[in-house]
């Protein structure tokens, strides 16, 4: 999110599927390697280009697959209805005009992009919404939302980088309350989706597709030609989605040292027995961590 970059690689992240720059940033010293020996860097995209450093010769490092990750590429489409006619079957694309219309009819419809600007006061307004929207939603699925631990975090630090044209806020509102809110997070051309929740009493609008739709005409209009929805398999990516990519963890480790290596295998171990219950459709589907932490809590609480 503050656009870092880990110290073992060069200051330069390119997007290979559009061939640009999406970060620079600063190029981080590599200090105290010999205390940890062992370090891992976490959900890197394989479109994303890093380029290591040139690292002193007993720092060895290990990248294991660990996700598929789900992505719109529009870089070949000149406009949305381009899209929508390649991804989209003629039923659906229906279904989903007549979605909008019937949502526009029957409540007073408006879409805000917040990209450069927003008022501080309607800011902390729609944070407490998308919170509450979240933990009803997840309450109801039992399943327990990470984010809602660290939201303090994420509004202190969401804000700026908004005015910075490097996060937005997606918004449909009805009236004045806020009924869908999506979080992106932006370089250079490319966006990555990071949250995204809407009221369910509208559940009956398909309030997920028609904000995806808002947000792509965005994407088109000004620019952006790359929308990432990130990890985790769902219909919905499933359908807006035409390209998936695996997410790598590299872990880096001293070569030299004897409790390094012995952590790496524990760590390397580890991550390929999870992938290992991934691909065989146990972790993720037959069982779903973010339900059992959900009841563990309500055990503990």
Same mark, same amino acid.
């Given at each position: 999110?503050?656009?870092?970059?880990?110290?073992?690689?060069?200051?330069?992240?390119?997007?290979?599927?559009?061939? !640009?720059?999406?970060?620079?940033? !600063?190029?981080?010293?590599?200090?105290?390697?010999?205390?940890?020996?062992?370090?891992?860097?976490?959900?890197?995209?394989?479109?994303?280009?890093?380029? &290591?450093?040139?690292?002193?010769?007993?720092?060895?490092?290990?990248?294991?697959?660990?996700?598929?990750?789900?992505?719109?590429?529009?870089?070949?489409?000149?406009?949305?209805?381009?899209?929508?006619?390649?991804?989209?079957?003629? *039923?659906?694309?229906?279904?989903? *005009?007549?979605?909008?219309?019937?949502?526009?009819?029957?409540?007073?419809?408006?879409?805000?992009?917040?990209?450069?600007?927003?008022?501080?006061?309607?800011?902390?307004?729609?944070?407490?919404?998308?919170?509450?929207?979240?933990?009803?939603?997840?309450?109801?699925?039992?399943?327990?939302?990470?984010?809602?631990? /660290?939201?303090?975090?994420? &509004?202190?630090?969401?804000?700026?980088?908004?005015?910075?044209? *490097?996060?937005?806020?997606?918004?449909?509102?009805?009236?004045?309350?806020?009924?869908?809110?999506?979080?992106?997070?932006?370089?250079?051309?490319?966006?990555?989706?990071? %949250?995204?929740?809407?009221?369910?009493?509208?559940? &009956?609008?398909?309030?997920?597709?028609?904000?995806?739709?808002?947000?792509?005409?965005?994407?088109?209009?000004?620019?952006?030609?790359?929308?990432?929805?990130?990890?985790?398999?769902?219909?919905? /990516?499933?359908?807006?989605?035409?390209?998936?990519?695996?997410?790598?963890?590299?872990?880096?480790?001293?070569?030299?040292?004897?409790?390094?290596?012995?952590?790496?295998?524990?760590?390397?171990?580890?991550?390929?027995?999870?992938?290992?219950?991934?691909?065989?459709?146990?972790?993720?589907?037959? %069982?779903?961590?973010?339900?059992?932490?959900? &009841?563990?809590?309500?055990?503990?609480?």
């Amino acid at each position: 999110m503050r656009g870092s970059i880990a110290p073992f690689y060069g200051k330069d992240v390119r997007n290979k599927l559009t061939d !640009e720059i999406i970060c620079s940033g !600063e190029e981080n010293e590599l200090h105290n390697f010999n205390n940890f020996n062992i370090s891992t860097v976490w959900d890197i995209p394989e479109y994303l280009e890093v380029t &290591q450093k040139n690292l002193n010769p007993k720092i060895k490092v290990t990248k294991i697959k660990q996700y598929t990750g789900f992505l719109i590429d529009l870089s070949t489409f000149a406009k949305p209805d381009e899209f929508l006619n390649v991804q989209l079957s003629s *039923r659906n694309r229906k279904k989903l *005009r007549s979605k909008i219309r019937k949502l526009e009819t029957e409540h007073k419809i408006r879409y805000s992009f917040y990209h450069g600007f927003i008022d501080k006061e309607e800011y902390d307004r729609l944070f407490l919404e998308l919170y509450n929207l979240l933990e009803h939603r997840f309450e109801e699925k039992k399943m327990l939302n990470n984010n809602l631990g /660290k939201w303090d975090y994420y &509004q202190e630090i969401v804000y700026p980088l908004i005015l910075e044209k *490097r996060a937005s806020l997606f918004v449909i509102y009805d009236g004045n309350k806020p009924i869908t809110i999506a979080l992106q997070f932006h370089l250079a051309h490319t966006v990555f989706s990071y %949250i995204q929740c809407y009221d369910i009493a509208y559940s &009956q609008y398909n309030m997920g597709d028609i904000s995806m739709a808002k947000r792509l005409e965005w994407c088109f209009e000004n620019g952006f030609n790359v929308l990432d929805l990130s990890m985790g398999e769902t219909d919905y /990516k499933l359908k807006w989605c035409n390209h998936q990519y695996n997410l790598y963890f590299h872990l880096f480790y001293n070569s030299k040292s004897i409790s390094a290596q012995y952590r790496k295998n524990l760590i390397l171990g580890k991550l390929k027995f999870k992938q290992y219950l991934r691909d065989k459709e146990i972790l993720g589907k037959l %069982i779903r961590l973010d339900k059992i932490k959900y &009841q563990i809590k309500k055990l503990t609480t």
